[in-house]
């Protein structure tokens, strides 16, 4: 009750309400047909960051690592998380609405986005995607 008192008086830098976020298109490095909303901070810039990510049904992410701890929590829909250098729907694990999953840092995995899915990352930046196939990273393709 006390910690909950004590955060009434803390300065609030950032709110956002459902309807009010600003979503975009994801970056040039994650797969088209994603959408971004930034909550706080730049990830694209050293410091703490909260975003989130928005999908539709089918989205994948091929394997690839962070060089920073990236924690998910899943907002709406379900997301498939999977561990290693090869993307296997059988053996990734499911995680729905509510639930959370701090991935460390330099550790291959994936994700797949059953139905429309919404998950909020965050961590330090900068936030920063490499694939273990090179020809997986978006960004680099013409």
């Excluded at 909260?50 to 999908?55: E, I, K, Q």
Aim: proline share 10%; charged share 20%; aromatic share 6%.
């Amino acid at each position: 009750m006390a910690a909950a008192a004590l955060g009434c008086l803390l300065p609030v830098s950032a709110m956002h309400l459902g309807n009010e976020m600003k979503w975009g298109d994801a970056p040039p490095t994650l797969p088209k047909g994603a959408k971004l909303a930034v909550l706080q901070g730049d990830p694209g810039k050293p410091g703490p960051f909260v975003m989130r990510l928005s999908a539709p049904a089918g989205y994948k992410v091929p394997p690839h690592m962070h060089s920073q701890i990236e924690n998910v929590t899943v907002i709406k829909g379900a997301l498939l998380l999977g561990m290693g250098e090869k993307l296997d729907e059988k053996s990734a694990k499911s995680h729905a609405a509510g639930e959370f999953v701090a991935i460390p840092a330099k550790t291959n995995h994936y994700a797949i986005f059953k139905g429309a899915t919404i998950v909020q990352l965050h961590g330090e930046g900068p936030f920063d995607i490499t694939y273990v196939n090179p020809d997986d990273d978006p960004s680099k393709k013409k």
